[in-house]
């Protein structure tokens, strides 16, 4: 009999002979009491708890080192009295352990030791009897919120040449978790310890899901540059890679891209994205520039253009979604974003495009936290889909759910949601971040973490540029990891 049997069997809230029932801790929330009205993290953690499992949790304070959960309509309650200040502080370097849950009979949903951020060394067993129900002595909690608000990266110092902060920086890259769903690992382990406590209970059922993106950087190879760009990219095309016809193709595609991408621009890769999506019961979402505060690394094509207007009516009519790549600077600059959300929203309407949430990622990954944040909300975005690293794959939220935004400055919640990315195709391939290039190796970084999503009936999100499926082994490798 394993160490869950013993705590279901013995503290069961069910039990007449339960030395547990009758002993509440604290003052609970009045039930008039709006969940608004109550500490905004603690509500903002509810909400996230009832997304998960679909259950009324209730969360009060019982003294700055406990934080107590109870189940409306149940007797009982689960205490949280290991709780770390540091995941709600700036600058606090954190110290990691590992739990083996199956040790303690518990699942883990990798079958590996969790990772424990903030623990330096946590108690064995975890999860113990205590007055009213369960003590766990450690901050499932806490780092939900450290995790998910991106807490770490508030003020951070060490930023990349785009002024990004680096998977390298991170507490998950320097302790080697960057490849796991900690959040979602720990969180499964919660449910079992719900269940424990409240054993009539039925958890939220979650189902694995693929979402693929596009951030459409360069829409076209020849079809929208300059006579300078344009000859400069025919010549390196015909020198650097081997292929003389871009002499005859360029000025033959830009002088033809008035109402439509050229079928024959390598980079229209658009309708073989849909394809290969609509064949896997998949949706795209293209992400569109839409303004120029960086000429040299942002977009030389117009929204406005009738072949990018053709080219949403295409996407549109095909059921994809249409989203915004807001442009290089924008992510520190809230009214700028502002515009150019309205501006694709403004050309869409005139093109008839209606869609129920409009969302994007920013242009380089760029985020500075929370003031991008606060930037897509003021923005009437619905939700990003930036918050994922440039240099590794991974896990830079924790988690591979959706999850409500907030600003862990201001202290509030925020009208967004995140969609952590897990994975985009240059992290993987490029020589400038891990360097796999196109076999079996890349192919399996990304299997790995595609598994683990699925581990934990969460959502792979992946990014892959229509401009990088130019070659048979790009595409080889696209579609291998839609079909794994």
């Known amino acids: 009999m394993n160490d869950m049997t013993v705590l279901h069997d013995r503290y069961s809230p069910g039990r007449d002979d339960s030395p547990l029932i009758g002993a509440p801790l604290g003052v609970a929330r009045r039930a008039d009491e709006p969940v608004a009205d109550s500490e905004p993290v603690l509500a903002w953690l509810e909400q996230v708890l009832h997304e998960r499992y679909g259950l009324a949790l209730q969360l009060r304070r019982d003294g700055p080192e406990r934080l107590i959960m109870t189940l409306e309509g149940a007797p009982g309650q689960l205490a949280f009295d290991s709780l770390q200040p540091g995941f709600y502080l700036t600058g606090v370097d954190l110290p990691h352990d590992l739990w083996d849950a199956a040790a303690e009979g518990f699942t883990a949903p990798l079958e590996l030791p969790l990772p424990a951020p903030g623990a330096a060394r946590l108690p064995r067993p975890l999860v113990t009897p205590a007055p009213?129900?369960?003590?766990?002595?450690?901050?499932?909690?806490?780092?939900?919120?450290?995790?998910?608000?991106?807490?770490?990266?508030?003020?951070?110092?060490?930023?990349?040449?785009?002024?990004?902060?680096?998977?390298?920086?991170?507490?998950?890259?320097?302790?080697?978790?960057?490849?796991?769903?900690?959040?979602?690992?720990?969180?499964?382990?919660?449910?079992?310890?719900?269940?424990?406590?409240?054993?009539?209970?039925?958890?939220?059922?979650?189902?694995?899901?693929?979402?693929?993106?596009?951030?459409?950087?360069?829409?076209?190879?020849?079809?929208?540059?300059?006579?300078?760009?344009?000859?400069?990219?025919?010549?390196?095309?015909?020198?650097?890679?081997?292929?003389?016809?871009?002499?005859?193709?360029?000025?033959?595609?830009?002088?033809t891209t008035r109402r439509r991408l050229h079928p024959l621009d390598p980079l229209n890769t658009f309708d073989w994205l849909m394809n290969a999506s609509e064949r896997h019961g998949l949706t795209s979402a293209f992400y569109f520039i839409c303004g120029r505060t960086d000429p040299r690394k942002d977009a030389d094509y117009e929204p406005e253009h009738p072949a990018i207007r053709e080219l949403l009516r295409r996407i549109h009519a095909r059921d994809h979604e249409i989203g915004l790549h807001p442009s290089y600077h924008t992510f520190r600059n809230p009214k700028e974003l502002a515009n150019e959300a309205d501006r694709l929203r403004r050309v869409c309407a005139e093109e008839g495009i209606e869609q129920a949430e409009w969302g994007g990622r920013m242009h380089y990954l760029r985020w500075q936290m929370p003031l991008t944040l606060q930037g897509c909300s003021q923005a009437g975005m619905d939700y990003d889909s930036t918050l994922g690293y440039a240099e590794a794959p991974g896990f830079r939220c924790g988690t591979c759910f959706d999850y409500p935004a907030f600003d862990p400055v201001k202290g509030e919640p925020l009208p967004l949601r995140i969609r952590p990315l897990i994975a985009m195709e240059a992290s993987v391939i490029s020589p400038l971040y891990l360097g796999l290039g196109l076999g079996d190796e890349a192919f399996e970084r990304f299997a790995l973490l595609k598994q683990r999503c699925r581990a934990v009936s969460g959502t792979f999100s992946l990014l892959w540029h229509n401009s990088e499926l130019t070659t048979p082994a790009q595409r080889a490798l696209y579609e291998r990891v839609l079909e794994q």
């Not at 080697?176 to 959040?183: A, I, K, M, S």
């Not at 054993?199 to 899901?209: A, C, D």
């Not at 010549?235 to 595609?253: K, M």
């Open 132 to 255: 009213g129900g369960l003590a766990i002595h450690y901050d499932i909690l806490g780092l939900t919120y450290w995790m998910l608000t991106r807490q770490e990266e508030v003020d951070a110092q060490a930023l990349d040449r785009h002024c990004r902060f680096p998977a390298s920086a991170s507490h998950a890259g320097r302790h080697g978790y960057l490849d796991r769903p900690v959040v979602d690992e720990w969180l499964m382990v919660l449910g079992q310890i719900i269940q424990c406590q409240w054993p009539h209970v039925t958890l939220r059922q979650h189902r694995f899901l693929m979402r693929p993106s596009h951030d459409v950087d360069r829409p076209s190879r020849y079809g929208f540059a300059r006579d300078v760009k344009l000859a400069r990219v025919m010549l390196g095309d015909a020198l650097r890679h081997g292929r003389p016809q871009a002499l005859l193709l360029g000025p033959w595609v830009r002088m």
